[in-house]
């Protein structure tokens, strides 16, 4: 190990005290403390007022230990086990972070992950208070959840505009890292936009080196006012610990999603009843296409929002609500986080010349059912009926709209995109005939799947 003459460290020290006041001029400006009749810049006047807001959040959660011979029921069949006898349950505890939105009605906006499946949750705030919380809401799509304290005295914290952020803001994230209590760290927006990590399945990330560590989730990531930007939800860690990626869900997405989970207890995600890709140079030649970005619409579904709109094959959508649409994540993210009913703006490209064009969006005509409502071996699948001409690559079958990883249909192989077109020798049209294929709730399954085009079996006990 090296070590650093004193005079080297002090003089590092120095130059550190001055970079740190030449490109921290909105720190410098906050009230600081004093020492030895200089002051210095300081974030605690801004922590004190945002801190109170963001509390550590702790679940318990019952798990009924795995047994894959239990399971099996040849196995139960030959040893004779009793039809109701399962393995015992055990309680896993776990830690997360979260902040408060409403200091008047409780609410306190989190991660899914962190309360989802939890039997209990329970708050721990900045004053040293515990509180017993409700679950109100869950949308794992974005991995958000609102949950409920009935206390008094709490602080709510400020949102910002998450729009207004500039690659390379300040800012702090707040929260409790492996349940040490909490802890604050600060850095700079890396980066904005992030999509396609298949982290979600709605991203739209703020990209951080603030330092987010597990148990941070759920936690604030704010700006040197103090003021909400972003809720703390993954990291990037090759290596087990943090490498100074972090990813934040903005406060533009999040509170669309609160607002849904606070009125309905759920989010309600319409369709605009396209399907789309990408502008390549190639595709905006083709479509005599100015912009370098956009995305291309590549059919329109029938009976849907987009046709009462008159859009049509080939139209390039180059921005929605005044807002430039550079990719096929940026026009996804803002159908489904519309709410059904909201009219959208798009300004389109067509035959050379723009256009505007309004669209309603729709409630899905189809609602998505548990996979565990036809077997236990789909548990953790959501299932529904494929609309006509909704993939290339199937007419008819099952969609399987998403997995949960790690759960049962995960571990079998079925992922989101997936459309099952046949279960246990027998064809699969629509969700009546897959639950029609499918007698025997325990029993094995031999399941027919298209992906993208290819098509193979699978065999799920």
Not at 218 to 246: D, F, H, K, M
Not at 312 to 336: Q, S
Not at 350 to 370: L, W, Y
Not at 397 to 408: A, T, W
Request: aromatic letters at 4%; charged letters at 20%.
């Amino acid at each position: 190990m090296s070590v650093q003459p004193s005079w080297r460290l002090q003089t590092q020290a120095l130059l550190l005290i001055v970079v740190s006041w030449v490109s921290l001029p909105a720190i410098a400006a906050l009230p600081s403390a004093v020492g030895d009749g200089a002051a210095l810049p300081s974030l605690a006047p801004m922590l004190e007022k945002a801190s109170p807001a963001v509390v550590n959040i702790a679940t318990t959660t019952k798990v009924r230990q795995r047994n894959p011979l239990m399971e099996d029921p040849f196995f139960r069949r030959f040893f004779n086990v009793p039809p109701g006898r399962q393995m015992p349950e055990r309680r896993a505890n776990s830690a997360g972070s979260g902040v408060i939105v409403d200091a008047e009605n409780g609410y306190v906006l989190t991660n899914a992950h962190v309360v989802d499946g939890a039997d209990e949750v329970e708050l721990t705030l900045v004053d040293g208070r515990s509180l017993k919380a409700e679950v109100i809401g869950v949308d794992r799509e974005v991995d958000l959840a609102v949950v409920k304290v009935d206390a008094k005295g709490l602080t709510q914290i400020i949102i910002a505009d998450s729009t207004q952020l500039l690659v390379g803001d300040f800012v702090v994230a707040i929260g409790n890292p492996f349940g040490l209590g909490q802890t604050v760290t600060s850095g700079i927006v890396s980066a904005l936009g992030r999509t396609g990590l298949g982290i979600e399945g709605y991203e739209n990330f703020i990209q951080t080196d603030a330092s987010i560590n597990p148990g941070n989730s759920g936690g604030a990531l704010v700006n040197l006012r103090g003021e909400l930007v972003g809720i703390n939800t993954a990291i990037i860690a090759p290596s087990g610990g943090n490498v100074g990626i972090g990813f934040a869900i903005p406060t533009e997405m999040a509170e669309n999603v609160m607002r849904q989970l606070i009125d309905h207890g759920e989010v309600r995600r319409g369709v605009l009843g396209v399907t789309i890709q990408d502008l390549s140079p190639e595709l905006a030649e083709a479509f005599d296409v100015d912009q370098k970005e956009g995305v291309v619409i590549t059919q329109v579904l029938e009976d849907s929002a987009a046709e009462d709109a008159g859009l049509t094959t080939g139209d390039v959508v180059i921005a929605v609500d005044g807002r430039p649409v550079k990719r096929a994540a940026d026009l996804r993210n803002k159908v489904g986080l519309a709410p059904v009913g909201e009219k959208m703006k798009l300004l389109i490209v067509r035959d050379g010349k723009s256009k505007k064009v309004t669209a309603v969006i729709r409630e899905t005509s189809t609602q998505s059912s548990s996979g565990d409502g036809f077997s236990q071996h789909l548990e953790g699948a959501a299932l529904r009926g494929l609309h006509k001409g909704e993939v290339s690559y199937a007419e008819v079958g099952v969609l399987v709209e998403q997995v949960e990883k790690g759960s049962r249909a995960w571990r079998a192989g079925l992922r989101q995109g997936d459309v099952l077109i046949n279960a246990n020798r027998k064809d699969v049209t629509d969700m009546a005939s897959l639950k029609a294929a499918i007698s025997d709730d325990d029993a094995a399954l031999l399941l027919r799947i298209n992906r993208e085009g290819g098509v193979f079996f699978i065999v799920v006990r």
